[in-house]
């Protein structure tokens, strides 16, 4: 288990979680990887609110919530690559712009969109994560299966 020091810079408490979600997801993700390997860099009282037209939209609070949060993404997406990302700011709240590619798993459709995110970074732990999506309509569209009936 990873622990970090609540003297740790906020932007390398942001990348220590990205790399630990990558390990995650490549261990197989929810249901095949421990949800311990992210834990140590989210607050216990954490909340992530995402707009809630996603399909896994709305507010997920605590580790529980997260884990939750990361089974929903997971039935949503087959792919969700983070390709390119810049820190705009390295200080609380950190704001990131990422570049996705990502597959729809019930579509098999792929979507490249940007999300911004604002991440609240308080004594070594991630306390809040507001993502912004551009067109959450486009999102949805390409994870809806079109009914031929």
Known sequence: ????????PDRLVLEGMYQAEARYFAAGGPGSASFDTLAPFFAPDVVLIQAEHLPYGGV?????GLERFFLAMSATWDRFDL???????????????????????ATGRELRFPILQTITVTGGRI?????FYWDTAAIAAACTPVDRG
């Open 127 to 131: 306390t809040e994560v507001r993502p």
């Open 83 to 105: 390709v390119e990302q810049s820190f705009l700011s390295d200080s609380s709240p950190l704001v990131v712009l990422t570049q996705v590619h990502a597959r729809s798993r």
């Open 1 to 8: 288990m990873t622990t970090l020091s609540s003297e740790a």
């Open 60 to 64: 997920w609070r605590d580790h529980a």
